[in-house]
């Protein structure tokens, strides 16, 4: 009984002997903190909670809502809605009293639809068309569903003093959207697959071949 009592207290006592230099350094620390910032991707809330007295991990979930638009290329007419939601999680680095880096993952759901018809459509790619009943020109534009973040930050979120700080980030979002879409309805085939693709190509020029999201926030934290 003895022989395996200490069989199984080994694996606690080699944990408790690996993490004690950590727990010996984040003894003294403050609890963690919640914050709030607004900005680019739109309104943030987030939690985060000291490791050490230079590493804090957190999370957070930030919304841009619906965004509405519209606008002229080409001579058509089109209307475009954004959506953009995202979670986070985050580990910041800090390197100099409140400076810091940030790193970790994003899980984002983010989609704008373009959206064309009626008289407001008068040419798709080179081809001019008479608008019939039924035709419309959409284009969706995904962005990445997983994506990397890096960026720099100013402001602790815990682990310092209790009470108010003034937080700020400044970073990016890096992967790659989606474009798809297409002339539907009477004219669709009256018009080649090139002269639809150039059309995709307009509506969706810059915003379809983002590669990065960026991030600039401001706000604040309360650490208790």
Known sequence: MQRTARILLLPGLCCAALFSPLLARADGLQGGGVYAAVGVPGLIAGYALPVTRTLVVRADLSTLGSQHWSGNESGNEYQGSLKFNRAALLGDYHFADNWRITGGVTLQHGQLDIHSSGAGLTS?????????????????????????????????????????????DAGVMVGKSKVSGGLSGPSAGLVSQSDVDKELQKVCDGVGKVKVIPQLTLGASYQY
Request: hydrophobic share 35%; net charge neutral; glycine share 18%.
């Open 124 to 168: 798709v790619g080179d081809t001019a068309v008479t608008p019939q009943p039924g035709d419309s020109f959409d284009a969706v534009i995904k962005l990445p569903r997983f994506t990397p973040y890096i960026g720099l930050g100013f402001g602790r979120y815990a682990g310092s003093s209790q009470g108010w700080n003034v937080v700020g």
